[in-house]
């Protein structure tokens, strides 16, 4: 069901519904030199590796809709136009497709890609949707970069308008390139189609949505011996501004890869593993999956990993002292902001890949409390990383890293692609 638009909507709430994005939105004249009914336009952009037919694809904002046609090739860009001729007597050529109805600049001031009932990419201006502050007047807004975070980031104000072209790009060094994607540095990798991946999950919500994903990223789940998880987190949380290094989780300290605690020479600024959900709470054996799943584990300075212990995730405490902006008491842990939507991703994350089905983990379950117990299954508190998933979006580092996770572990995180499913699975108990 397509949702409802009001004014100034929250943009959390208003990609609560987004699925993947295999179109992107990439190029909006909404504010036109001349007559708004003549001059204004959309242009589509493919960054996927193949072409993307148009059937079932419309586009929208708060007055009406216009279903689209044809197809779009692999790194190809469509133009539509409200007025074929307006269009080309601006840039002497003709659009795409024509006749397109939406007011835009007109009131409008946001417009969606939609695929069925699914939202696939979104922008606004000039604060329609809150946040989206983008001002343009007799020139297009663009898209900056063909990976997307769903954010105002995302755009900038043109010096010249550039429709049916651009400089977006696609990664198909493996087997097609997803929009989504950080992308991945290593030449040799095999980039995941997202939208082939996820394709059983996309229209679902709530506990069938949950369902599916445990069923994808369970498959192909490559299972990593304890003494494997060493070199993959040196992979897996490398430093991009230095190959050598490896960003320690909490502290975010750039530390040497082979300062490992344990080795000769380690003292207590060396880095260890560190289980983001407790290992003691549900699967004290290096056996079991969770134990060794990279998807939890980071590089951790020895002694603020030691401080963390196995307390619940929450806000509050006193500084930590080590981990700038950190914050600690008896039974909960509060990370710096640049972290806390990671935290929380893995820890969703966590509970959706381990329901108990296997034999060889427990049923994982968040709970809305720091009352948890060794031995116990459990880690809280809900509502406070349902929010941290809110307020710290996935950046370009955690999505390197997803992608690199998949790589070795063969399977990914769906809330740091896809994390508005956390509104769809988890909203209902905290909103």
Same mark, same amino acid.
């Given at each position: 069901m397509k949702r409802p638009i009001v004014w100034l909507l929250p943009a959390a709430m208003l990609y609560s519904s987004l699925s993947h994005a295999d179109l992107l939105i990439s190029e909006v004249l909404y504010d036109t030199p001349g007559t708004d009914s003549n001059e204004e336009w959309i242009e589509l952009y493919n960054p996927e590796c193949e072409s993307i037919s148009l059937s079932g694809y419309s586009i929208a904002d708060n007055g009406s809709s216009f279903t689209l046609s044809g197809s779009i090739p692999a790194g190809g860009y469509l133009t539509i136009a409200r007025n074929a001729s307006g269009f080309s007597a601006m840039y002497g050529s003709s659009p795409t497709l024509s006749g397109m109805s939406l007011a835009l600049g007109n009131s409008g001031d946001w417009v969606e890609l939609s695929n069925g009932s699914g939202t696939v990419d979104m922008v606004a201006w000039e604060n329609k949707v809150s946040g989206w502050d983008i001002n343009a007047k007799d020139v297009s807004i663009y898209r900056i970069s063909s990976v997307d975070t769903d954010s105002v980031s995302d755009w900038g104000v043109s010096g010249s308008d550039t429709p049916g072209t651009g400089s977006l790009t696609q990664n198909c060094s493996g087997n097609s390139g997803g929009s989504d994607s950080g992308g991945n540095t290593d030449d040799t990798s095999t980039v995941v189609n997202e939208a082939d991946y996820y394709s059983d999950a996309i229209g679902l919500s709530g506990a069938a949505l949950k369902a599916e994903l445990q069923d994808i990223i369970s498959a192909n789940h490559t299972k990593l011996t304890y003494s494997e998880v060493w070199t993959a987190l040196q992979y897996t949380?490398?430093?991009?501004?230095?190959? #050598? #290094?490896?960003?320690?989780?909490? @502290?975010?300290? @750039?530390? %040497?890869?082979? %300062?490992? %605690?344990?080795? &000769?020479? @380690? !003292?207590? !600024?060396?880095?260890?593993?560190?289980?983001?959900?407790a290992k003691s709470l549900g699967f004290p054996s290096t056996g079991q999956y969770g134990y060794t799943d990279i998807h939890h584990l980071r590089p951790a300075d020895?002694?603020?990993?030691? &401080?963390?212990?196995?307390?619940?995730? !929450?806000?509050?405490?006193?500084?930590?002292?080590?981990?700038?902006?950190?914050?600690?008491?008896?039974? @909960?842990?509060e990370p710096s902001n640049v972290v806390k939507g990671d935290v929380a991703r893995m820890i969703f994350y966590m509970e959706t890949r381990y329901d108990g089905s296997d034999g060889n983990m427990p049923n994982l379950e968040i709970i809305n409390s720091t009352s948890t117990s060794t031995g116990d299954p459990n880690i809280g508190v809900l509502c406070a990383l349902y929010q941290w998933n809110k307020t710290d979006p996935v950046d370009a580092y955690e999505q390197r890293r997803n992608d690199r996770i998949a790589e070795r572990q063969g399977n990914r995180n769906p809330f740091i692609d896809n994390p508005q499913w956390v509104d769809s699975i988890w909203g209902n108990r905290c909103n």
């Open positions: 949380d490398e430093d991009p501004n230095n190959t #050598n #290094n490896v960003i320690l989780f909490y @502290s975010q300290r @750039s530390a %040497d890869k082979d %300062d490992r %605690d344990g080795t &000769s020479g @380690s !003292d207590n !600024d060396s880095w260890n593993r560190e289980h983001v959900w020895k002694t603020v990993n030691s &401080s963390r212990g196995n307390k619940s995730f !929450d806000n509050g405490g006193s500084a930590q002292g080590e981990a700038a902006n950190t914050f600690t008491d008896s039974d @909960s842990w």
